[in-house]
Nanobody, 124 residues
Framework: QVQLVESGGGLVQAGGSLRLSCAASGRSFNRYTVGWFRQAPGKEREFVAAFSWSDGSTAYADSVKGRFTISRNNARNTVYLQMNSLKPDDTAIYYC?????????????????WGQGTQVTVSS
């Protein structure tokens, strides 16, 4: 069992940066693939980024590639999402997710554990 708690959201102007954190509790967290998803009002939850435990590979949505970076600190059981050059379209609730497989799935149904989310608002 894994519990996830996100933090670091807030209000930022376009072009600014934020770093989201996801603190995990549970054993063997280093053997979980971790990911970030987001959901804007009236839209479906969508994939943002993921980090595989099995080989350290990462994946990003095209819309954030080059601007966002996912990383993890296994010693601290924490996953980060560094978000730079933020745009108003990045406004959403951001969710951390974890899965024991090594897959970098972009489908929400493939992820076993979810946090409660943190709000990110980017003003123009």
């Amino acid at each position: 069992q894994v519990q996830l708690v996100e933090s670091g959201g807030g209000l930022v102007q376009a072009g600014g940066s934020l770093r989201l954190s996801c603190a995990a509790s549970g054993r063997s967290f280093n053997r979980y693939t971790v990911g970030w998803f987001r959901q804007a009002p009236g839209k479906e939850r969508e994939f943002v980024a993921a980090f595989s435990w099995s080989d350290g590979s990462t994946a990003y949505a095209d819309s954030v590639k080059g601007r966002f970076t996912i990383s993890r600190n296994n010693a601290r059981n924490t996953v980060y999402l560094q978000m730079n050059s933020l745009k108003p379209d990045d406004t959403a609730i951001y969710y951390c997710a974890a899965d024991p497989s090594g897959r970098l799935s972009r489908r929400t149904d493939d992820w076993d554990y979810w946090g409660q989310g943190t709000q990110v608002t980017v003003s123009s």
